[in-house]
């Protein structure tokens, strides 16, 4: 199965992408417009119809939605009225509704999707101590507020960063070249001597050695696991164990 198709909303307004204004107060007609923007992934979809994936639309609000008996996470689908029954299954609607979570100290927190909560509500006010200890928890919050923390830089740190990028995916794409130009090399060697098996084994081993020394300075240059793993082709599980080892 591939990737299910998503839309993402912030606050009441919902798009294709993450980057999203915030609202404030609650627009009429919301829940609507949210059945509105999920069809409209759907029928966007290329190729046979029986292949569409999943449309999960994903709500993030700093308003109240739904009534005070509705907790603060809640999932919406399609089911038969009698029965219950699940049958209608390519429609999955998940609000957050961000004035019903409570929580306000790390400490409090004891899941995952309680800690993306308390990111996306006080993302603005956490402290260094408590990031610290939101990161020892879940790593992947950290990078979030790594990335969020961009918005706060200057212009000058933000073009060096940019060309700093930019400088990374230069050496990745002289890299592939070398390891290109080896594996050319390596098959006229082989051909030759008969040890195309054994050139085949060193290049992929030459190849991913040189993707992860790539990720190394990448990540020593701060550059954001998203960023890298473009680069580099890594999974953001692999690139994440190299930041623990770096």
């Known amino acids: 199965m591939g990737k299910p198709a998503c839309c993402v909303s912030k606050g009441g307004s919902s798009s294709n992408t993450t ?3 915030n609202q404030l107060a609650r627009d009429k007609g919301f829940e609507k417009r949210a059945q509105l923007y999920a069809a409209k992934a759907y029928s ?7 292949d569409f ?29 009698k029965t219950n029954g699940h049958y209608l299954k390519d429609f999955q609607f998940v609000f957050i509704e961000l004035p019903k979570f409570t929580k306000s100290k790390v400490e409090q927190l004891e899941t995952t999707v309680e800690r993306w909560c308390f990111f996306f509500k006080y993302a ?78 060193g290049h992929e081993k030459g190849k991913i050695e040189g993707k992860i020394e790539v990720a190394k300075n990448s990540l020593k240059a701060g550059v954001s696991i998203d960023v890298i793993a473009q680069i580099t082709g890594l999974s953001h599980s692999e690139i994440l164990q190299l930041k623990e080892k770096t």
């Open 53 to 81: 994936k999943t449309v999960f639309f994903i709500a993030i609000s700093n308003s109240t939605l739904f009534p005070s008996d509705v907790y603060y996470i809640s999932t919406h689908n399609i089911r038969d009225i």
């Open 124 to 201: 603005e006010e956490t402290t260094d101590e408590d990031l610290r200890k939101i990161a020892e928890k879940s790593p992947i919050i950290k990078l979030a507020y790594d990335e969020l923390d961009k918005f706060h830089w200057n212009e000058k740190d933000l073009v060096a960063y940019e060309e700093r990028v930019m400088d990374l995916q230069k050496e990745a794409a002289i890299l592939e070249q070398k390891l290109d130009d080896a594996k050319q090399e390596g098959r006229q060697e082989g051909r030759q001597e008969g040890r195309q098996e054994d050139i085949q084994i």
């Open 44 to 50: 966007r979809q290329s190729g046979n119809y029986i």
């Open 19 to 21: 980057s999203l204004p």
